[in-house]
């Protein structure tokens, strides 16, 4: 551990698939909510600042990593609950308007699945965004935002796992003052 370094680089949060999978999430709904609900709505601003909040916590937390991993975790896990206030907010969207949401496993369940695996780039999304009906894009988002919420539970386990493993700031510092007295 002699080139350990006490500032560690923290990394690129861009190419954190749960950082893409959000800004999916955030542009979509901001579409969503800009063109589908009324002006004078308030969840209109609710529901872009919780998609915003997933998305801008991860860069918040990524960049708190090089000295700490307590706010890293905690910044991450707010992301999760900011999803999960959106996604309550589109399940209502479908509810109160009589619209369906998509039943795990049917035709339409599965695809979006498929498509939330295999792109994570927004400009796809929202080309999919100008051509379909808002109880469409709502369960599109409630499918992202599930797979999302997923990443960020792995990227927490990861965490933990690495913090467990290493240790935290504190505890990286004193290591390495004795280290470097020749403890």
């Excluded at 542009?27 to 063109?35: A, I, R, S």
């Excluded at 609710?46 to 915003?52: G, H, L, P, W």
């Excluded at 695996?117 to 051509?131: S, V």
């Excluded at 990861?158 to 004193?174: I, P, T, Y």
Aim: with cysteine; proline share 1%; aromatic share 10%.
């Amino acid at each position: 551990m002699d080139d350990e370094k006490l500032i560690r680089h923290s990394g690129n949060y861009r190419k954190l698939l749960s950082y893409q999978k959000t800004e999916v999430i955030y542009e979509m709904t901001y579409y969503f909510c800009h063109k589908y609900l009324s002006g004078k709505d308030r969840t209109i601003d609710q529901m872009v600042q919780a998609a915003r909040s997933g998305k801008q916590n991860i860069i918040e937390g990524c960049a708190a990593s090089a000295t700490s991993a307590k706010t890293e975790i905690k910044l991450i896990n707010v992301a999760k609950a900011s999803l999960q206030e959106l996604l309550e907010d589109y399940m209502d969207y479908l509810r109160t308007r009589g619209h369906r949401q998509w039943e795990e496993g049917s035709v339409e369940w599965t695809a979006m699945r498929e498509l939330g695996r295999t792109h994570n780039d927004a400009e796809y999304f929202m080309k999919l965004c100008e051509t379909r009906p808002p109880e469409t894009i709502a369960n599109m988002v409630i499918i992202l935002i599930h797979q999302a919420d997923y990443l960020l539970y792995k990227q927490l386990e990861r965490l933990e796992q690495d913090f467990l493993s290493n240790g935290g700031f504190a505890e990286k510092m004193s290591r390495m003052r004795k280290n470097n007295r020749g403890y």
